[in-house]
């Protein structure tokens, strides 16, 4: 049923690396909610594989000495949910994650796999770059770091190199500090269902909660690869809380995403609701903030 040549279990992040130096054809394995998927479905026929599931040092969320939340390649979405640290500062990561698969997914699949497979889909990943989240790769160079925006090249391709896995994804604490934000999932069923089209915003407000400091926001399913809109948080950043604001930003998106044609949705109809996300996620974002739209 699963066609596998062989699989190398690594102890250590060391061990790995030696192991797919060892074994340049081998594909990393983490929790395989994708992995095995794909071998079952005969994609990956006599795969040749390096188990890290084994690697504890990769799991876990702390803060680092600079106050960076430090979120192990290996954490299971459950995890992540459950984290005091990410409910505290980031909660909008744990109801991202919340929202992937069934209950035995998120225990199994991990944030590393599901930013690492590339997928344009992935809950963790929009929202990850709405918190200009930093990807850590080590490999037999040693330890290379870079914004998560960077590291997706194309659809299914990530920036990893020979030998080289996920380690951890840090969320730098000036990226967090005073920001608010909500995810929004759209799909045709509730549960156990793939992204349509997933929306993350986030935001700063001035102090007196009058005028957006800082927005973001990212997309799934808007394009190949997830994505930021600039457009759209150009035309909120420094201007009044109200509603104009926030029908400007929201329209804005349109400049950025390219969403395509596929069974799921047509391309106008993801264009129609990234509108709409948009503006229902940065309300709430707002409001989370402790501004008003009214006034
Ligand atoms: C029934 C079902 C429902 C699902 N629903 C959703 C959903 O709603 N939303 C969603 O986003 N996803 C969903 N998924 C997809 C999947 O669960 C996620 O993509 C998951 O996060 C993958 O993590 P994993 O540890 O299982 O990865 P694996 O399957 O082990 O690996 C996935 C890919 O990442 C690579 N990889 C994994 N870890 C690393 C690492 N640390 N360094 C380098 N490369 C690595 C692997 O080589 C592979 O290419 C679903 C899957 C199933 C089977």
């Not at 045709?188 to 549960?191: L, S, V």
């Given at each position: 049923m699963y066609d596998i040549k062989a699989l190398y279990e690594a102890a250590s992040v060391a061990e790995a690396i030696r192991l797919l130096q060892e074994h340049p054809r081998a594909q990393i394995i983490a929790g395989g909610s994708d992995v095995l998927v794909q071998i079952r479905e005969g994609r990956r026929a006599g795969a040749e594989l390096v188990s890290i599931?084994?690697?504890?040092?990769?799991r876990g969320v702390t803060f680092d000495g600079e106050g960076a939340i430090r979120i192990g390649s290996l954490t299971s979405f459950s995890h992540i949910a459950a984290s005091p640290i990410i409910r505290e500062k980031i909660g909008v990561l744990g109801e991202a994650v919340s929202l992937v698969g069934g209950p035995q997914i998120r225990n199994i699949g991990t944030i590393g796999g599901n930013t690492c497979n590339?997928?344009?889909?992935?809950?963790s990943a929009s929202t990850l770059l709405a918190w200009d989240a930093v990807v850590e790769l080590t490999g037999p160079e040693g330890i290379r770091r870079l914004p998560i925006r960077d590291f997706y090249?194309?659809?299914?391709?990530?920036d990893l190199r020979s030998a080289e896995l996920q380690t951890a994804i840090i969320i730098p604490k000036a990226a967090y500090e005073g920001y608010f934000g909500h995810y929004i999932k759209y799909a045709?069923?509730?549960?156990m269902d793939i992204a349509t089209l997933g929306c993350s915003v986030n935001v700063a407000l001035s102090d007196d909660r009058k005028t957006i400091r800082d927005a973001r926001i990212a997309y799934g399913v808007a394009g190949p690869v997830p994505m930021r809109a600039p457009s759209a948080e150009a035309a909120a950043?420094?201007?009044?809380?109200c509603a104009d604001t926030v029908a400007a930003f929201a329209r804005a998106v349109l400049s950025d995403i390219h969403p395509r044609d596929s069974w799921r949705a047509a391309r106008a109809f993801r264009e129609h609701i990234a509108v709409e996300l948009a503006r229902r996620a940065l309300t709430k974002s707002i409001e989370l903030a402790g501004g008003a739209l009214d006034g």
């Open positions: 599931y084994g690697i504890d040092a990769l590339g997928v344009t889909s992935a809950d090249i194309r659809a299914g391709v990530v045709m069923r509730e549960a950043v420094g201007r009044p809380v």
